[in-house]
């Protein structure tokens, strides 16, 4: 198992359960909400360019997202192999990444699929918080800080991501529906998909997914 794409609607626990993949196989997990979210705070011009989309919860433009993945992918930790977290999210940046690989030759390994009710999925978007500065992930519900607003781990500050109000997500969600679910039977057809419940705990959904791939 070298390079996986953890896919699924915004809030199914892509990124979290990719942080734990990361470290049963040793491969980098690569983000792309997190790589525009740090240029965002660095002031970047990849930053300035995503910010708008982001904070009204509309995608970055299919260009800008591919041109970040083709240099990301050429960096020496990827050789190895990696967990995408949140790309591709159109059937465009789909059939680009297919052209990354085959430049590369590359292939990938397994898509796997976070299925999740809307419910949920909107649950866990507006009770999220996560830290600024050390980026520790927390749920109001879930799994509450100890003391309000300050992270345990580093004492930073805890706050909600703008796109995870409760009027953002839902518009997130609609996107996904409209721009991303088409990827479904994208990666049936190149039966790549493995398709897992990600209702429950981080650690259930972790113990789902595994023995998927070994
Ligand atoms: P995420 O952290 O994966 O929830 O992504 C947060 C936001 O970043 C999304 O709502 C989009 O605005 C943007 N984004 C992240 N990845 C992509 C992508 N592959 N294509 C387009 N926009 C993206």
New binding site residues.
């Given amino acids: 198992m070298n390079r996986l794409i953890l896919f699924g609607p915004?809030g199914s626990g892509k990124?979290t359960e990719a942080g734990m993949l990361i470290k049963d196989f040793d491969i980098p997990q690569i983000?792309?909400?997190?790589i525009?979210r740090k240029n965002i705070s660095e002031g970047t011009e990849l930053g300035i360019k995503?910010k708008e989309?982001?904070n009204r919860?509309?995608?970055?433009p299919d260009d800008v997202?591919t041109e970040l993945v083709v240099d990301r992918l050429a960096e020496d930790d990827a050789k190895e192999g990696y967990i995408l977290d949140?790309?591709?999210?159109t059937i465009n940046?789909a059939e680009s990444l297919n052209g990354i690989l085959a430049d590369l030759s590359e292939q990938l390994d397994h898509v796997i699929y976070l299925r999740c009710d809307r419910e949920l999925l909107l649950q866990r978007l507006t009770s999220r918080r996560i830290c600024e500065k050390c980026g520790k992930v927390y749920n109001t519900i879930t799994m509450p800080m100890k003391q309000e607003g300050l992270c345990d781990i580093c004492g930073g500050t805890v706050s909600q991501r703008k796109?995870d109000s409760y009027e953002t997500a839902v518009k997130?969600l609609e996107v996904y529906e409209k721009q991303t679910m088409p990827l479904i039977e994208f990666y049936k057809k190149e039966g790549l998909l493995l398709e897992v419940d990600g209702s429950g705990t981080a650690e259930v959904v972790h113990d789902r997914i595994k023995p998927l791939l070994i």
Avoid: I
């Fill in positions: 915004p990124g983000s792309t909400g997190d525009f995503a989309y982001m919860g509309d995608l970055v997202v949140g790309y591709p999210r940046q796109d997130r």
